[in-house]
C-alpha cells in the first residue's frame, strides 16, 4: 500500500456485523455477483476481527490492524500508525506518524469522508461522534442506520450528492460503514418473525445489488481506487445460547475480507 498513496483513491467498506460463514456460502452459491466480480479468486479470506463490536474493531482498523490472516505467521500490514516494537510492518507497508488513518491521509492531501451505519457513527452524543470525528466530512442519519431497510440506498444517495465537490486532483478517502447486516435484518426476508442467518443472508444480497453504484460513483472520479471490503465482527443467532456479539465466540471472530483495486471505466 506505500506505493499506492497518492496515485490511487482510497475505499474501506465495513459490512457491519457480516458473518464470514454466510458470506462464504453465498459467495459459493452465486447470490453475491458484485462481489464475485471483484474478491480476488471469487472468494472471501476467511481472517480473524481485531475486536468482538464495532466501536472497538474500527479503533483498530483506523490504527492499522485490520482482520488478520488465519494462519500462524507474521502478517505484514497494509498500513500501520507508527509506535516502538512493530513487528507487522514491512517494506510495503505504509507506516504514518498519526494516530489513525484518516488524519494521516488529510496529512498527506487527502480529502476524508465518512458515511456512518450503526450507532457508534450516529454523531447524536460524544460516544457517537468520536469515529466520525476522525473525518474531515462525516455524514450520518436515520435512513443510513439500522432500522432502515434502503440504508444502502440513502448512503450512495449522499455519496453522489458529495463527490462533486472534491476537487479532482485531490486524493480521496471513502469510509462506508453498512448497516444493513446488523440485528434488525428480518424486513430483508419477506415472511420472517425474527433475525437468523437466513434474513442475515437476505441483507447480504441487498447489499451486493448496490456495491455495483457504489463502484461506480468512487471510480467515476477517473483515479484507480484501492479498496478494502471487510466484516467488522460477526454476530450470533442462538450458537451455544448466544446472541448478538461483545461475545468471544468463533462466529463474532471469524470475519470476511477481501481487497483490490478497481480501475476507472470498469463500472
Not at 181 to 188: D, E, M, V
Not at 233 to 248: L, M, P
Given at each position: 500500500m506505500r506505493h499506492l498513496i497518492g496515485s490511487h483513491?482510497?475505499?474501506?467498506?465495513?459490512?457491519?456485523?457480516?458473518?464470514?460463514?454466510?458470506?462464504?456460502?453465498?459467495a459459493a452459491a452465486g447470490r453475491t455477483p458484485t462481489l464475485a466480480r471483484v474478491l480476488p479468486g471469487g472468494r472471501w479470506e476467511r481472517r480473524h476481527s481485531p475486536a468482538s463490536f464495532t466501536y472497538a474493531a474500527h479503533h483498530a482498523f483506523f490504527a492499522g490492524f485490520l482482520p488478520t490472516p488465519v494462519a500462524p505467521g507474521r502478517h505484514e500490514r497494509l498500513y500501520a500508525a507508527a509506535f516502538p516494537?512493530?513487528?507487522t510492518a514491512g517494506?510495503?507497508?505504509?507506516?504514518?506518524?498519526?494516530?489513525?488513518?484518516?488524519?494521516?491521509?488529510?496529512?498527506?492531501?487527502?480529502?476524508?469522508?465518512?458515511?456512518g451505519?450503526?450507532?457508534?457513527?450516529?454523531?447524536?452524543?460524544?460516544?457517537?461522534?468520536?469515529?466520525?470525528?476522525?473525518?474531515?466530512?462525516?455524514?450520518?442519519?436515520?435512513?443510513?442506520?439500522?432500522?432502515a431497510p434502503g440504508c444502502v440506498d440513502a448512503q450512495l444517495d449522499r455519496l453522489a450528492e458529495?463527490?462533486?465537490r472534491v476537487p479532482a486532483d485531490r486524493g480521496l478517502f471513502?469510509?462506508?460503514?453498512?448497516?444493513?447486516?446488523?440485528?434488525?435484518?428480518?424486513?430483508?426476508?419477506p415472511g420472517a418473525r425474527d433475525d437468523g442467518p437466513a434474513s442475515h443472508a437476505a441483507a447480504l444480497e441487498y447489499v451486493d445489488g448496490r456495491l455495483g453504484r457504489l463502484f461506480a460513483l468512487?471510480?467515476?472520479?477517473?483515479?484507480p481506487v484501492f479498496t478494502i471490503v471487510c466484516s467488522d465482527?460477526?454476530?450470533?443467532?442462538?450458537?451455544?445460547?448466544?446472541?448478538?456479539?461483545?461475545?468471544?465466540h468463533d462466529v463474532v471472530w471469524t470475519v470476511p475480507y477481501a481487497h483490490f483495486t478497481l480501475e476507472p471505466g470498469e463500472w
Open positions: 483513491d482510497l475505499l474501506l467498506v465495513t459490512l457491519d456485523t457480516l458473518r464470514h460463514d454466510v458470506a462464504a456460502e453465498l516494537g512493530s513487528e517494506a510495503d507497508t505504509w507506516v504514518f506518524d498519526a494516530a489513525d488513518l484518516p488524519t494521516a491521509l488529510a496529512e498527506v492531501g487527502y480529502h476524508t469522508l465518512c458515511l451505519g450503526v450507532g457508534f457513527f450516529n454523531r447524536r452524543g460524544a460516544l457517537g461522534s468520536v469515529l466520525p470525528g476522525l473525518f474531515a466530512e462525516a455524514y450520518w442519519e436515520p435512513g443510513f442506520g439500522v432500522t458529495v463527490l462533486p471513502t469510509f462506508l460503514n453498512v448497516a444493513a447486516l446488523h440485528q434488525p435484518n428480518r424486513h430483508y426476508l468512487v471510480t467515476g472520479r477517473g483515479r465482527h460477526g454476530t450470533a443467532y442462538g450458537e451455544d445460547g448466544h446472541t448478538g456479539h461483545r461475545v468471544g
